[in-house]
């Protein structure tokens, strides 16, 4: 979870590939609608959300009863706790969050050099003011965004209690 350039899909798809579990981009579950809002520099707003996240979180808690280990990534930005519970309920399946949280210049940059994404840069601010960071009463790590994929995901799998993928469940 994270704002828009924090490198959630990267630190998702690495996690997946050592998982051997499914991956699924959170950006492919918004509405049209939803994607012309954002492509047009209009922020989204909770209204627009709440089915966003129910399809995400069907497909998630999905995606991880039918993997044999139980397991499923999603990247998903999951700003606001009720977002996050939200993703919880719809799932039906016990979730834990990572933050990929860093300095807004750096955000700022990614995303001045990232191409191909519906999600002007022009958005972050709107991003950063609706980010509510995880509570301690959350099941949910923050990370520095600015490591590397290899530190991160060593990170979370140890946070889960995975040593070697496959060979533990997550705990949480």
Known sequence: MGVSGSGKSTLAAYLAERLHCPLLE??????????????SGHPLDDADRWPWLDRLGIALGDAAQTDNEGLAVA???????????????ASAVPLSF?????MPAEI?????????????PSLLDSQLATLERPTADENALTLDAGRTPDALGAE??????IATPGSARPHG
Request: charged share 20%.
């Open 26 to 39: 959170g950006d492919t579950f918004h509405a049209p609608a939803s994607i012309a809002k954002m492509q």
């Open 75 to 89: 990247a998903c930005s999951a700003l606001k706790r009720a977002y996050r519970e939200r993703l919880a309920a």
């Open 98 to 102: 990572v933050l990929l949280d860093t």
């Open 108 to 120: 700022a940059r990614r995303l001045a050099t990232r191409s191909g994404h519906y999600m002007p």
């Open 156 to 161: 979370v799998l140890a946070w889960l209690g």
